[in-house]
Structures are given as structure tokens and as C-alpha cells.
């Protein structure tokens, strides 16, 4: 069984840059979330992606976006980047939604300059 | 509102030694609570889960936490540490709600095992 995995492992962009992060979903798995993991704190829900819809949004901008493809795979895209948004990323993948853990990948670092 | 609260941002224990990590939560009902762990520059491992069964929940490693519902406590035990379990520890809790299931994470407890 696959786990979770995202690309790159590690980013550098300058400010009011546009970035892409891509995650593989678990095999088995249809529900992708995002986690912004800033520097000593403990990761804040993005949004959450349910059979290619946007099934939850945490409090973050709309220049935060993103899809879910057929195949459950992911992408966050950040526009106009700011210094705060340099950090850890991490997404997730579950069965169904609601109700069960979620698996996590190891994450995308992003620096913003 | 849903929230967790990690009582200690950093314990330190020795190799051997019962380690206790604290996490108090509140929430509206009963919430499915989770204990992540997280090595340096890696992802996040579940560790356990509490989904509403028994209140003594059994994890991976040797840990284990129990619900106390009256305290609104979480707490994750290990009756003996080893070097290999430092690391940063997130009490999460699932509030369900808008039939999605957001988590929502403490601040973290940094573990430190000395020999």
C-alpha cells in the first residue's frame, strides 16, 4: 500500500509569487485535506477536497486554493505569496469524508523571501 | 467551539521513566479525539484514536491514552521511555461538524528523552 506523498520537498518563492504543491492520495483514500504548519505551532486545516469538490474551509484567504483530481491526487496553489505563508505543508488523505484518521504526507517546506 | 489544550509545551524525562503528556479538550459532545506524533522534518504519525468505544485506548509504540469525560482530559501515557520517542506530540480533536472532519491540533509537547 502507497502512502501519502507530496512534491517538492522544499520551495523557495519571493513575495507576491504564485506557487503550486502537488499530493498522491493514499491507495483506497477519496478525501485529500491541506495543514499549514508554521514554525513551532501545530498545524491550522486549509480546506478539505471530497470527490473533487471542496467539502471544508478552515479561515484562510481565497488566494488559498485548490483541486482534487479523478484519481483523488491534490494540489494547493497559493497567489500573491507574503512572508507568513513561508511554512510547513502538509496534506492528508482519508476514506469518505467524515469520520475516520487521516493519513499524512511528509510535507512541502516553502519559503517565502 | 472545538478546541485541545497541551498543558506543557515542553517534558523532559529520562531513558526508562513513565512519560505523561497532558491534553484537556472541550467541545460540545463527544468529540473523536487523536494523539499525532511528529519526528524532526517529518510528516505526522498517528499514534492513537478515541472514537466513542472504550475510554482506554491502546496506540502504537506503547502508548496509550485514556477519555475522561468529566475531567475533559486526553492524556497520553508510556509506562517507559525510550530514546527513540522524542519528539513533538499533537492532541487533536475531530469536531465532525458540517459532515467533514476538520482536525483540529494543539499547540504541540516537545518530548526530550535523556539517558
Known amino acids: 500500500e502507497t502512502g501519502v506523498t507530496q512534491s517538492p520537498t522544499h520551495l523557495i518563492k519571493t513575495r507576491g509569487q504564485q506557487v503550486t504543491l502537488r499530493c498522491s492520495s493514499q491507495?483506497?483514500?477519496?478525501?485529500v485535506s491541506w495543514y499549514q504548519q508554521a514554525l513551532g505551532q501545530g498545524p491550522q486545516f486549509i480546506f478539505q477536497?471530497?470527490?473533487?469538490?471542496?467539502?471544508g474551509r478552515g479561515n484562510f484567504p481565497p488566494r488559498f486554493s485548490g483541486l482534487q483530481f479523478p484519481n483523488y491526487s491534490s494540489e494547493l496553489n497559493v497567489n500573491a505569496l507574503e512572508l507568513d505563508d513561508s511554512a510547513l505543508y502538509l496534506c492528508?488523505?482519508?476514506?469518505?469524508?467524515?469520520?475516520?484518521?487521516?493519513?499524512f504526507g511528509p510535507g512541502t517546506r516553502l519559503t517565502v523571501t | 467551539a472545538q478546541s485541545v489544550t497541551q498543558l506543557d509545551s515542553h517534558v523532559s524525562v529520562s531513558e526508562g521513566t513513565p512519560v505523561l503528556l497532558r491534553c484537556n479538550y472541550s467541545s460540545s459532545y463527544s468529540p473523536s479525539l487523536f494523539w499525532y506524533v511528529q519526528h524532526p522534518n517529518k510528516g505526522l504519525q498517528l499514534l492513537l484514536k478515541?472514537?466513542?468505544?472504550?475510554?482506554l485506548v491502546k496506540g502504537i509504540n506503547g502508548f496509550e491514552a485514556e477519555f475522561k469525560k468529566s475531567e475533559t482530559s486526553f492524556h497520553l501515557t508510556k509506562p517507559s521511555a525510550h530514546m527513540s520517542d522524542a519528539a513533538e506530540y499533537f492532541c487533536v480533536v475531530s469536531p465532525l461538524s458540517g459532515g467533514y472532519n476538520k482536525l483540529i491540533f494543539g499547540a504541540g509537547t516537545r518530548l526530550a528523552v535523556h539517558p
Open positions: 492528508a488523505s482519508s476514506r469518505d469524508g467524515g469520520g475516520y484518521e487521516q493519513y
Open positions: 478515541y472514537t466513542s468505544a472504550a475510554t
Open positions: 491507495s483506497g483514500h477519496n478525501t
Open positions: 477536497y471530497y470527490r473533487e469538490e471542496e467539502n
